[in-house]
Every structure is written in C-alpha cells, then in structure tokens.
C-alpha cells in the first residue's frame, strides 16, 4: 500500500499571484499526474509525468507549470491566479503510464 | 461532444434499492475505471476493468469494449454509497493512460 499527500489543503491567493501546489506520493510509482476539478463537474487533466524530470502538457496546461524535482514528488505552479480557475486540484500516480490511477486528497484553490 | 457520457446525471433511491449508472464512450477505449467521490471530495478507487465483469461486495460493474460502454450496478444501497461516481476511460490516440472523465452521477440516499 501507499499514500498520495498534497500541501496545502486550502490555497488562498490574490489575483496575478504565482501560487504553489505540492504532491508527494510513496507508492514509487512512475508515473504523476494533476488534475483540475472545477465546481460539479468532472476532472481535466492539466500535466502528467512519467518519469523524473519528464514533463508532458494535458488538455488545460495553459497558464501552469509543473516540476517531476524527483520521483515521489511533482509539483504544480499556477504562474497567475485568476478568479475562474477556483477549482479543486487532485494529484494522481500510477505504477506506469497504462495503470490504474490513484488520488490525493486534493488543494481547493481560492482566488480573491 | 463529450468523449465519455455519464447517465443519469443525479440519482436519488431510497436505501435497500438497486441501481445502475452507465458510460457511453464515443471511441474505442481499452481499460475504464469507476471512481467514488465522496462529500469531502476524496476520489475512492471502485474498479480498474479491462473488458469484462468485476464484482466487489455490493458493486458490480461490466465494460463492454465492443460496444463503447461500462456499467456500474449498485446492490442494496446503503447510506455510505452517496457521493458522486466518475467513470474514466484511456481514450486512443491521447498517449499514455490520460484518463477522460465524464461529468459524474450525483447518487444521494433518502434515508
């Protein structure tokens, strides 16, 4: 077994702030990804990583950045808060890039 | 259009009924998982499938490959089973296992 642990729960930011989100995951498994969950709706993936120091652009990449510093960890930045993207941010891993997917407990992010 | 189809979009049942969620993919998919999410908003792994049947207690859920969809069939249904549920699917042609979700059915009990 293994665990997936996101800091912070919470994010508060102002708007045009560049804002940090944290995954850490001792599965050791290969393959990290984040997600974007918006308000009743379903998950978008954002960045994924196969390996350490991969980085490959999902389908809402525009306006993060992300950083695989080592195999346990990926991290996502969001370069300048805007109050639309609100949203809840999950982080996943698999064992490789064909596996089944496990979550992190997830970041709300709060703009004001 | 959406890629991966959830229906219904919001289900309420009163405990002890049976019920049946269901995922239309518009392309070919080679593995699906069923996710759990409950109020507190952690996703809870449910079934991994390839094409096929799996059962877990209550659950039991079937991805039909051939003809693009996946079902998932609650038994009895019990106050700990509302939450939101997710299906997921590695659509073709995205690379590597980027998963497509579709928007959810929102499962509440009347107790």
């Known amino acids: 077994g293994g665990i997936i642990t996101q800091t912070p729960k919470f994010l508060i930011g102002q708007e045009g702030q560049k804002l940090t989100l944290k995954c850490q995951q001792n599965f050791n498994h290969d393959t990290m990804y984040w997600y974007r969950q918006d308000s009743g709706k379903g998950l978008r993936l954002i960045y994924y990583s196969i390996t350490e120091n991969d980085l490959q652009k999902g389908d809402l990449s525009e306006g993060y950045d992300a950083s695989r510093e080592k195999k346990s960890s990926f991290s996502l930045t969001v370069t300048s808060a805007q109050k639309n993207e609100m949203a809840v941010f999950l982080c996943?891993?698999?064992?490789?890039?064909?596996?089944?997917?496990?979550f992190g407990p997830g970041t709300r992010l709060t703009v004001l | 259009g959406d890629q991966v189809k959830q229906s219904p979009s919001a289900l309420s049942l009163q405990e002890g009924t049976n019920s049946a969620l269901r995922c239309n993919f518009s392309i070919a998919t080679t593995t699906v998982q069923w996710f759990l999410q409950n109020p507190r908003g952690s996703l809870m792994n449910l079934f991994y499938l390839v094409p096929g049947t799996k059962e877990n207690g209550r659950l039991k859920s079937t991805f039909n490959s051939k003809e693009s969809y996946s079902t998932l069939h609650i038994r009895d249904a019990q106050l700990e089973d509302s939450g939101t549920y997710f299906c997921a699917a590695d659509l073709p042609g995205t690379g590597s296992n980027r998963l497509t979700f579709g928007k959810g059915t929102k499962f509440s009990l009347i107790p």
């Open positions: 996943a891993s698999s064992i490789n890039n064909y596996a089944e997917q496990f």
